[in-house]
């Protein structure tokens, strides 16, 4: 079992669609980190957080850290918004990052 | 400062040659780290670097790679005797650093992607 999981795999929505993707882990961190990744582009960091929630424009994060588990919402989604998601966390007593295997969403006008 | 910067973008080179690739973090970031992606798979970590000082290294890099940043700044990743196996996106990110944690998240480079033939 990774200790990163994320779902769906795929995603495929309608323009103007609510989205959620999901990410659970297994071991104990200080913060979970979204990243946005184009085909064959770098990686954005979206969202840093280590609770409750938080929100840049359409995109709206959540954690719960007691129930290992963390969401990413898209509102209004919108074909641009077309690209892999991935949930990152760092476990406690080290600084490097462990990945999902990303969300691959396809928003469709 | 317009980011992480990686050089070059794309290299091809064949089996058994040495490729070096070069990043240029944040300039105030402390941070730097090294992360290999393969096709259809999440990132996995190679290594990383607080200042001038390598702190962790995966198991992941055989006794071909190595990696520097001299300087606290730049670092550099040097493959050898490069094998077909090492054919993957290198992802270079950085980050701002206190008391152990991450203060503000990870800013990635666009990435260097290395084709052995």
């Known amino acids: 079992k990774n200790e990163v999981e994320q779902s769906p795999q795929n995603l495929t929505a309608q323009e103007g669609e609510f989205i959620t993707i999901n990410c659970s882990y297994s071991v104990g961190i200080s913060a979970l980190h979204w990243l946005q990744q184009h085909p064959g582009g770098g990686i954005v960091s979206l969202f840093m957080?280590?609770?409750g929630k938080k929100k840049h424009g359409r995109l709206i994060a959540t954690i719960n850290i007691q129930e290992k588990h963390s969401s990413l919402h898209i509102t209004a989604s919108h074909p641009r918004d077309s690209a892999v998601y991935i949930c990152?966390?760092?476990?406690?007593?080290?600084?490097?990052?462990?990945f999902g295997t990303g969300t691959l969403l396809a928003v469709q006008p | 400062d317009t980011g992480v910067s990686q050089d070059p973008r794309h290299k091809i080179t064949k089996r058994g040659q040495n490729v070096t690739f070069r990043c240029d973090p944040i300039s105030e970031h402390n941070r730097l780290y090294w992360y290999r992606q393969t096709l259809g798979q999440g990132p996995e970590f190679l290594t990383y670097f607080q200042n001038e000082a390598q702190l962790e290294k995966s198991r992941l890099l055989s006794d071909r790679f190595s990696a520097e940043r001299p300087k606290g700044s730049f670092s550099t990743l040097e493959i050898q005797r490069t094998e077909q196996g090492d054919s993957a996106m290198y992802l270079c990110?950085?980050?701002?650093?206190?008391?152990?944690?991450?203060?503000?998240?990870?800013?990635f480079g666009s990435g260097t992607r290395l084709t052995v033939v």
């Open positions: 990110a950085s980050s701002l650093a206190g008391t152990g944690r991450d203060l503000y998240g990870y800013t």
């Open positions: 957080l280590s609770s």
């Open positions: 990152a966390v760092p476990p406690r007593a080290t600084n490097k990052l462990i």
